[in-house]
């Protein structure tokens, strides 16, 4: 959820309208819950659901409450019990955090380097493709030595 926060925060300037929009957003992600039941459809809706972090969260403790509702308890050897049609277990809830945690944390990454701020100048959408972005300070760089090369051969010349 932290990554999620990171994000809506990375798109807007404005402290306030970040607040709404990120309320909004964490909302919508509990309501999806009500809207996918994970213990009847597939794994792939469930899984495209909880791309959002709430949605994913609530899905582990639900499956935490049904465990214990059975009287078996979250142990390791319930991690991949299921006692569902879809089959959905907790190790599959893990893996949906830990899924979404890199998902989030990477698009975080990106937007706070290609979204306008307040400060400082955006990169281009493309940046993460550029040498210039990987290798500041452009010694040993393909276009620097083919320059080099020309300009060696322009004074043998």
Do not use: K
Not at 113 to 129: A, E, I, T
Request: proline share 4%.
């Amino acid at each position: 959820s932290l990554m999620f926060v990171f994000v809506v925060a990375a798109c807007f300037s404005r402290g306030t309208r970040a607040v709404l929009v990120g309320l909004l957003l964490y909302f919508v992600g509990y309501f999806l819950t009500l809207a996918v039941d994970y213990t009847t459809m597939s794994v792939g809706l469930v899984f495209l659901v909880s791309l959002h972090p709430v949605t994913a969260f609530s899905y582990g403790l639900q499956v935490i409450g049904s465990l214990e509702d059975a009287g078996v308890g979250l142990t390791p050897d319930t991690l991949t019990f299921s006692d569902f049609p879809s089959g959905f277990t907790f190790r599959d809830v893990m893996f949906f955090l830990l899924f979404d945690c890199l998902l989030w944390g990477v698009l975080s990454w990106y937007l706070n380097r290609v979204v306008r701020g307040d400060y400082g100048r955006p990169r281009p959408f493309y940046f993460p493709f550029t040498r210039q972005y990987w290798c500041p300070g452009g010694g040993g760089t393909v276009s620097g030595e083919r320059e080099e090369a020309e300009a060696a051969s322009m004074r043998a010349a």
